[in-house]
């Protein structure tokens, strides 16, 4: 392989995107998010990094929680929209036609339209740079059924999660193999 230098850059792509909404009070937001990931399995923690000039930054910092929504592709132009447009100018749920719904554990509502829902209560914020990073810790996950396998485990590819790749939005491609396959 002939390899070129490049530039510093975030240069880890796939991502998969999620909406994350949030409440401070009468507040409620919706935000498109592709930095995030897992950070911890024991306890469960996740990570979303978002720019302090974002609408959300402040009211995820008020709230001292969030839920992160995991989208199917047929919320594509839903997921667009909210990463396009600031709660500051537009009620997104209206915008959108979005459903928020009660969470059990956490004040921010989950999103009724995703599969999948993760609470999270905010453990800790870190100021990076561009974004700073706040850290959930979960709280409580919601799944309906049909992303659900017949052991009532999650099964993914079922949610048709959308996945972010420089720019563009992408589906999960197929299954290739298996944890641990290689030693089997
Ligand atoms: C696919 C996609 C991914 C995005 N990921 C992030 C992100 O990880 N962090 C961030 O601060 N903004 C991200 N944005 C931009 C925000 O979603 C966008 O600025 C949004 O309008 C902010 O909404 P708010 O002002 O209501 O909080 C993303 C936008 C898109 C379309």
């Not at 230098?5 to 796939?14: D, G, M, V």
């Not at 000039?53 to 402040?58: A, I, L, N």
């Not at 059990?104 to 990076?128: A, D, G, Q, R």
């Amino acid at each position: 392989m002939s390899k070129l230098e490049l530039a510093p850059s975030e240069a880890l792509y796939p991502v998969p995107v999620v909406l994350v909404s949030c409440q401070a009070q009468d507040t409620a937001n919706i935000i498109t998010i592709a930095w995030c990931g897992v950070v911890c399995s024991k306890p469960p923690i996740l990570s979303i990094s978002i720019r302090p000039s974002r609408y959300s930054h402040k009211i995820i910092s008020q709230a001292g929680d969030f839920v992160i929504n995991i989208p199917s592709q047929d919320l594509l132009k839903e997921v667009d929209l909210c990463g396009v447009v600031s709660g500051r100018d537009k009620d997104k749920f209206e915008l959108c036609k979005l459903t928020k719904i009660g969470s059990s554990v956490v004040h921010s509502p989950m999103l009724k339209e995703c599969p999948v829902n993760i609470e999270c209560k905010l453990i800790n914020t870190l100021n990076l740079g561009t974004h700073d990073m706040f850290m959930g810790m979960v709280v409580k996950v919601h799944a309906d059924e049909s992303v659900l396998d017949e052991e009532g485990n999650m099964d993914y590819s079922k949610a048709g999660p959308i996945v972010y790749n420089r720019g563009e939005y992408w589906s999960l491609g197929k299954k290739i193999g298996q944890h641990g396959f290689s030693v089997k």
